[in-house]
């Protein structure tokens, strides 16, 4: 007796991989925005102290800037992407009129509810350097945050809302550095510090009219009683070897009077 052949079943289309948007690559300042926030929602990531590797390292680097920055009391500053709020702290008990802001609403809302005293609010820094008035502050404060924008740019906004006669300061980190530049692998280009010779470079191209003083700054071989220790204002040697230097401070001293600023290459009529 003969039987039915048996149909063989139909294979069923394997589904193809469907393009997704979470592939592209996130840009720049988003990504930034969730890395932070995530960070101030979890406490005991890795990644905390991307930019500070230790307690010790931050307030180092704090007293830095601080002998940077002259006279504070009854001056206008801004602590730009202010963080955990210490340096701004500190900023306001030394008498300064200090505005800090950040991107991570959580972080500012916490300090806002705990020190009310100062001024505070949300910001992207890039939106806010390129929106912020002219000539607004007497000291303005980039520290530890120019890697995670267009340096150049940047720098020269906030250079454009410095007062005449005061000052622009910088802390980043140093691309020969190979501590940075594994960094920088890491985040697939997201992470970017500048060169000593790109420092140098930009206190002639772009800050020419003001007084410029840059120094590096490098870890300690004994650390037992500090982490950090900075090299003599402008020092030639070091641009011999500039991988020695973990962070480069920048200050940009702004002139008196008003028509010798120069913004992007053009000359600012008197006023």
């Known amino acids: ?41 979890d406490n005991e ?3 905390k102290k991307l930019d500070f590797s230790n307690e010790r390292v931050m307030i180092q680097n704090f007293a830095f800037i601080l002998e940077s920055l002259g006279d504070l009391v009854g001056k206008r500053v801004v602590d730009c992407a202010c963080g955990s709020g210490t340096l701004t702290r500190l900023l306001h008990t030394l008498g300064a009129e200090v505005h800090g802001f950040d991107f991570v609403q959580k ?42 924008v267009d340096f150049e740019t940047v720098a020269q906004q906030l250079h454009r809302t410095v007062r005449p006669g005061g000052r ?4 980043i980190p140093n691309s020969d550095c190979p501590i940075v530049r594994r960094a920088a692998e890491r985040f697939d280009g997201r992470y970017l510090g500048i060169s000593l010779a790109d420092i140098v470079g930009l206190t002639q191209r772009v800050f020419s009219t003001s007084s410029c003083l840059w120094r590096g700054v490098r870890f300690r071989e004994d650390q037992t009683l500090f982490p950090y220790e900075a090299s003599p204002w402008c020092d030639a040697s070091l641009l011999g070897q500039p991988e020695r ?13 008003r028509n010798s600023f120069r913004f992007h290459g053009n000359q600012h009529a008197e006023d």
């Not at 991989?17 to 930034?32: M, Q, Y």
């Not at 350097?129 to 404060?141: P, Y």
């Open 1 to 41: 007796m003969s039987s039915a052949a048996v149909p063989k079943p139909v294979p069923k289309p394997v589904p193809q991989p469907v393009p997704n948007s979470s592939s592209k690559p996130v840009p720049r300042s988003e990504f930034w925005s969730t890395h932070f926030t995530g960070l101030a929602v």
């Open 45 to 47: 990531r890795s990644d």
């Open 107 to 148: 972080t500012i809302d916490e300090h806002r509810s705990r020190f009310p005293d100062i001024h505070w609010t949300c910001d992207n820094l890039e939106e806010w350097a390129k929106g912020s008035e002219e000539a607004s502050f007497d000291i303005v404060i980039a520290s530890e945050v120019l890697q995670y």
């Open 168 to 171: 622009l300061v910088i802390t």
């Open 245 to 257: 230097a973990n962070r480069i401070q920048l200050v940009v001293q702004c002139p008196v009077e």
